[in-house]
C-alpha cells in the first residue's frame, strides 16, 4: 500500500518570499502520479501541481513548482513570491500502479501568508 | 468552478438515520470517485465508479453504499449513521480514458458536509 506523508502539520510565510512545502511517499509501483492540492477555508479543492513519474524534468505552474527526487521518494512544493490568497491547507496526493486512479493523501500542511 | 456539482451543501441529521448525497460530474467525464474527509481521518477515498460500474474500494463502511447511473451522476447512501460520520464528502471526476488510469487529473467538487447529531 502507497503511503504519503507531510511531516510539516503548518507553515508560515511573510507576502513575497518563497516558501517550500514537504512530501514523502513510499511505494513500489514504478508508474504513479504525484499531485499537490489546495484547499483554502472555502473547502474546496483545487488542483496547484501535477507530476508525472516517468518525466525527469520538475513540473511548474507559474508561481509553483515541485522538486520530485524519485529516487529519495521526495515531492516539494516551492511557492515564490508567496500571496496572502495562498492561505490555505496543501496536500501532497499519490496515485498509482494498481490503485487505479484513487488519490492517497497526506495529512495537509496549514500554509499561511503574512502581509 | 471545477465543473463538479454536489447537493446539498449542508445536511444536519440525527444518529440511525439515512441519508443520500448527489453528484454530478464534469460533462464528458466517466469516472466518479468519493471521498471523506474528518478531522481523526484526514482525507480518504472511499470508492470509484467508472461509467457505470464499481472500480475500486476504499475505506468504505458497509453501511456505506454508492451507484453510477446511466447519466453518469453518482449518489452515496449513509445508513444508520453515527456521529462519528461526520465529516466533509467529496466527489471528484476524471475522463479515465483509459478506464482507470491515473494519468487524469481528478477536479472536485465543493463537498457535502454532514452532521450527524
Known amino acids: 500500500a502507497q503511503t504519503v506523508t507531510q511531516s510539516q502539520p503548518e507553515m508560515s510565510v511573510q507576502e513575497a518570499e518563497t516558501v517550500t512545502l514537504s512530501c514523502t511517499y513510499d511505494t513500489s509501483e514504478n508508474n504513479y502520479y504525484l499531485f499537490w492540492y489546495k484547499q483554502p477555508p472555502s473547502r474546496q479543492m483545487i488542483l496547484v501541481i501535477r507530476?508525472?513519474?516517468?518525466?525527469?524534468q520538475n513540473a511548474t505552474e507559474n508561481r509553483f513548482s515541485v522538486n520530485f527526487q524519485k529516487a529519495a521518494k521526495s515531492f516539494s512544493l516551492k511557492i515564490s513570491d508567496s500571496q496572502l490568497g495562498d492561505t490555505a491547507m496543501y496536500f501532497c496526493a499519490f496515485a498509482g500502479g494498481t490503485s487505479y486512479g484513487k488519490l492517497t493523501f497526506g495529512q495537509g500542511t496549514i500554509l499561511t501568508v503574512h502581509p | 468552478d471545477s465543473g463538479v456539482t454536489q447537493t446539498p451543501k449542508h445536511l444536519i441529521t440525527a444518529t440511525g438515520q439515512r441519508v443520500t448525497l448527489r453528484c454530478s460530474p464534469r460533462?464528458?467525464?466517466?469516472?466518479v470517485y468519493w471521498y471523506q474527509q474528518s478531522l481523526d481521518q484526514g482525507l480518504q477515498f472511499l470508492i470509484q465508479?467508472?461509467?457505470?460500474?464499481?472500480?475500486a474500494k476504499g475505506n468504505i463502511l458497509e453501511r456505506f453504499s454508492a451507484q453510477q447511473f446511466p447519466d453518469l451522476h453518482s449518489e452515496l447512501n449513509l445508513s444508520s449513521l453515527e456521529l462519528g460520520d461526520s465529516a466533509l464528502y467529496f466527489c471528484a471526476s476524471s475522463v479515465d480514458s483509459d478506464s482507470g488510469s491515473p494519468r487524469d487529473t481528478q477536479y472536485f467538487g465543493p463537498g457535502t458536509r454532514l452532521t450527524v447529531l
Open positions: 507530476q508525472e513519474a516517468y518525466k525527469q
Open positions: 465508479y467508472y461509467n457505470g460500474e464499481e472500480r
Open positions: 460533462s464528458g467525464d466517466l469516472s
